[in-house]
Structure formats: structure tokens, C-alpha cells
């Protein structure tokens, strides 16, 4: 799965008077919004996350600052920097994410397939890893 991650460079209109960039669900989001939500004022050292989707689908942004997105398919991990506002890191379902590295001020915006469900989450890279596996959890 690590694989189908992807980061997508968002339009970006230039202008003096301060510039503008924005997405659209079939054009740089490869899946229907059902919920936005943001992390913000995450203290120095924080990480947030830790947790992989058996359903949801995501797209993360830094609208703010910077943080590093780790990702890890249960065999291979890999970092992602974000920080530009024209940037976006598409996550599918079953890749475990770490947010680390809140720069001061920063502002992660995250898009969802699918509206919040307790269920839909895995809080145990051990369940992750058996789940990945093909074993029951």
C-alpha cells in the first residue's frame, strides 16, 4: 500500500496580492470528501497520529509551518516533509501515520473519505502488522 502514496503539487495562482491554491475531489483528491479536520497548537516535541484506517482514505496538508509525516505499510517506512501549502500527501486506507516535527505555528489540514468512526481506526501497530498479515485482530 505504502506504494499508492503519493505527494501532489495543488495549483498554485501567483499573485502580489498574496497568492491562492485549492482542490477539488476529482481533480487532485482521488476520492469523495466526507470530512475535513485540523490539527493545530501542538506543543514542541508532540506527535500525533499513530494510527492507520482499515477504510478511510486521507490527504494531508501543511497550510502552515512544516511537520514530517512517517508512513509505514507494516514492511517499509518512509517520511514525508511537509511544508508548503500547494503540497499534499495522499495516505490510502491501511498505512500506519505518524505526524511528527510540529514547526511552531503549524497548521495541518486533513481530508477524509469517510466521516469519523471510532471502528474505522487501529491504535496498535501489533494489530496493524496481523491485519496486514491476513490474521484476525
Known sequence: MIDKVCL???PKI???RGNLSFFENKNQ???????????????????RGSHAFKES???????SGS???ILNDGITEQ?????TSFNGLYVPNMVWRTLANF??????LIVSSIAFDKKD?????????????????
Do not use: C, H, M
Open 8 to 10: 501532489k503539487q495543488l
Open 14 to 16: 501567483e499573485d502580489e
Open 29 to 47: 483528491i482521488p476520492f469523495k470528501i466526507e470530512r475535513a479536520y485540523w490539527i493545530y497548537d501542538v506543543p514542541g516535541g508532540a506527535i
Open 57 to 63: 482514505n486521507e490527504f494531508i496538508i501543511a497550510l
Open 67 to 69: 511537520f514530517d509525516v
Open 79 to 83: 517520511r514525508f516533509n511537509l511544508n
Open 103 to 108: 514547526s511552531t505555528n503549524s497548521l495541518a
Open 121 to 137: 481506526y487501529i491504535t496498535n501497530f501489533t494489530d496493524f502488522k496481523k491485519l496486514k498479515d491476513g490474521f484476525q485482530v
